[in-house]
């Protein structure tokens, strides 16, 4: 049976893909937009309806200070062992062609009724929601999650048992991405009838 939702639907998940910030054009994403993309983020199923999510929305010149951030932090820290210099240059400008910056966070709950794995399961379809969204909208985006991520809580105020998941990306680009190869989905999939 065919339903133009479910037909919709499909095309906006099979297209979606990652967009780097080498790939964004200099051109705002409006607040709204971005609102939009956080409703459907809350819509995200959760079990217990924690809704573990948090997000931080960083523009203008706060991107620039979580580039400095992060590529200082990367600096100290690494130095020495695995530091490379392109790495670092890159935690530096990522953010500043970025349109805006999400932080990906994960608030605990306080008495802990569910274990970990199962509110980290959450933002990540939070994150799923907000992906297809901007796709939808024209709008490439894609979850970074280097080890600086860890620090975090140096960059912005975080409360007790909350922690960074990572960064989503965000910036208008011209040039539509060939899709990945990926194994066919019958690889991963096994029916029992019986
Ligand atoms: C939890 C998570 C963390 C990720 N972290 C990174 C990252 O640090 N660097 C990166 O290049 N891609 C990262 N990605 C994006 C994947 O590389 C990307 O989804 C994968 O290559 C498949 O490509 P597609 O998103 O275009 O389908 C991450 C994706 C997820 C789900």
Same mark, same amino acid.
């Given at each position: 049976m065919r339903s133009e939702k479910a037909d919709l639907l499909n095309e906006v998940i099979r297209s979606r893909?990652?967009?780097?910030?080498?790939?964004?054009?200099?051109?705002?994403?409006? +607040?709204?937009?971005?609102? &939009?993309?956080? =409703?459907? *983020?809350?819509? %995200?199923?959760?079990?217990?309806?924690?809704?573990?999510?948090?997000?931080?929305?960083?523009?203008?010149?706060?991107?620039?200070?979580?580039?400095?951030?992060?590529?200082?932090?990367?600096?100290?820290?690494?130095?020495?062992?695995?530091?490379?210099?392109?790495?670092?240059?890159?935690?530096?400008?990522?953010?500043?062609?970025?349109?805006?910056?999400?932080?990906?966070?994960?608030?605990?709950?306080? +008495?802990?009724?569910?274990? &970990?794995?199962? =509110?980290? *399961?959450?933002? %990540?379809?939070?994150?799923?929601?907000m992906w297809l969204s901007s796709h939808a909208y024209g709008i490439g985006s894609y979850w970074s999650s280097p080890s600086v991520i860890n620090y975090m809580n140096e960059f912005i105020e975080m409360n007790e048992g909350e922690k960074c998941l990572g960064l989503f990306y965000m910036g208008y680009y011209d040039e539509q991405q060939p899709m990945p190869k990926r194994e066919n989905s019958l690889s991963r999939v096994e029916w029992i009838m019986e």
């Open positions: 893909r990652s967009i780097f910030p080498a790939q964004y054009i200099d051109k705002e994403i409006s +607040d709204d937009l971005i609102r &939009e993309m956080l =409703e459907n *983020a809350n819509c %995200a199923p959760n079990h217990k309806l924690t809704q573990p999510w948090r997000f931080k929305v960083l523009k203008s010149s706060a991107k620039g200070r979580l580039g400095d951030f992060m590529a200082k932090k990367y600096k100290e820290e690494f130095v020495g062992q695995k530091f490379l210099e392109k790495k670092y240059q890159k935690l530096q400008s990522n953010p500043r062609r970025a349109a805006a910056i999400i932080l990906i966070c994960m608030q605990r709950d306080p +008495d802990e009724r569910l274990p &970990e794995w199962e =509110e980290l *399961a959450a933002v %990540a379809t939070a994150v799923q929601n």
